[in-house]
Structures are given as C-alpha cells and as structure tokens.
C-alpha cells in the first residue's frame, strides 16, 4: 500500500507520495509524523457535545419500530457534520442489548439488517457514512470535509496527504462514536450490552 496504514490499526504514518520524494530526495531527511491509535483519539470525546437529535420519522411495522434521526457528528471551527441514522427494534421491549451496524460505506443505511437484528429481539442501529447520495436523506457534511463523502473521498480513500485527520476513514469513525452515544442513550437500550457488525469496508471503520 503506497501509503500510510489505515487509522487505528497500529500507527499512521504520513509519507510522502512518489513526486515528492524526488523532489526532496537530494534534500533534507524526510520526518515522518507517527500518530499512534491513541495520539489520534487523545482529544476526542464522543460525549461531549449536543447530539441535537432531530427526529425525522418514527413508524411501527410489523411489530418493529422504525426511527430516522439526525444528530450532530463532528463538530469543530463552526462547522459540523450532521449525521443520517436509523435504530430498529420490537414494540414494547426495554433493556435490550444493541448492535451497530456499519455497512458498505457507499450503500447507507442497511434496512435488511435492521429489521434481522430487531426480530432476533435487540436494538439495532445502522448509520449513514457515505453522505450526499442520490437518496432522500444522507449524513450532511460541511465542504471542508467534503472528502467524508464517499462519492467525493478519492485519495483520502487509501491516502494520508496530511493527517489522518484529515481522511474519510476520521470522520466515518466519529460518525461512529457519536452514533453510539446518541444510541445507548435510548431509553429501550441497555447501554452496557452493545456490540457492533462491520460489512466489508464497513469492518474496516470498527477498526478504528
């Protein structure tokens, strides 16, 4: 991989690509800036903050409850991001054990997997990675991280021009983190017992 290693999966490291070393390879030693997991993560707290939930639609079908809602991801220098998800489980149940799921980032919210979650009696929720999309709704991200959308990532995808800050891969895992906080604070969702499932790309971003 011509680039430093995906985040949260031993270090990032930032490494020029090929035009810059030529340019500099008769030049001074190239510094490398390693950021450990935990050097990433240091000033990150995915509880502090408004989630501003914005509850889109709540419906019941077929014994399941079905809930849309906005909340607040990222936020930093005035802007932030608005993150697209939707939690699934049986009508009357309390304290149920909850499952994120984070599918292919390109494909949104993964309605099948919601629905196998909630009849199999937990909470389930799935959130919107991919961003502007062709769909109704989507997770809203600000145009200085415009890369967070999948359709818009292109070198972020596999490359790390400046920070791992400053990837898709970043923001998909704060959506994430944030997405658990507004979860486990559902009043059916017993916030000790819950796990996570990755699809694919998906998996990746539970690395992180």
Not at 1 to 26: F, N, Q
Not at 59 to 67: A, C, F, P, Q, S
Request: proline share 6%.
């Amino acid at each position: 991989m011509p680039t430093a290693g995906l985040l949260g999966i031993g270090a990032s490291i930032l490494i020029p690509d090929e035009a810059r070393l030529s340019a500099i390879s008769s030049a001074s030693p190239v510094i490398l800036e390693i950021l450990t997991p935990a050097a990433l993560w240091r000033d990150f707290d995915p509880t502090t903050g408004p989630l501003e939930v914005n509850i889109v639609k709540e419906e019941e079908r077929n014994g399941i409850v079905y809930k849309q809602v906005y909340f607040t991801g990222r936020t930093e220098g005035g802007a932030k991001s608005r993150v697209f998800a939707e939690t699934a489980h049986k009508a009357g149940e309390e304290n149920l054990p909850g499952v994120v799921l984070i599918g292919p980032q390109e494909k949104g919210i993964d309605e099948f997997r919601l629905e196998f979650w909630a009849l199999c009696g937990y909470a389930a929720i799935s959130i919107d990675n991919c961003g502007q999309s062709d769909r109704p709704m989507f997770t809203q991200y600000p145009p200085q991280w415009a890369y967070a959308n999948f359709t818009q990532a292109g070198r972020h995808l596999t490359h790390v021009d400046t920070t791992a800050r400053e990837t898709c891969w970043y923001e998909w895992a704060i959506n994430v983190r944030r997405g658990i906080t507004f979860f486990e604070r559902e009043p059916y969702v017993d916030g000790n017992r819950i796990g996570a499932h990755g699809t694919l790309n998906g998996a990746i971003t539970l690395c992180h």
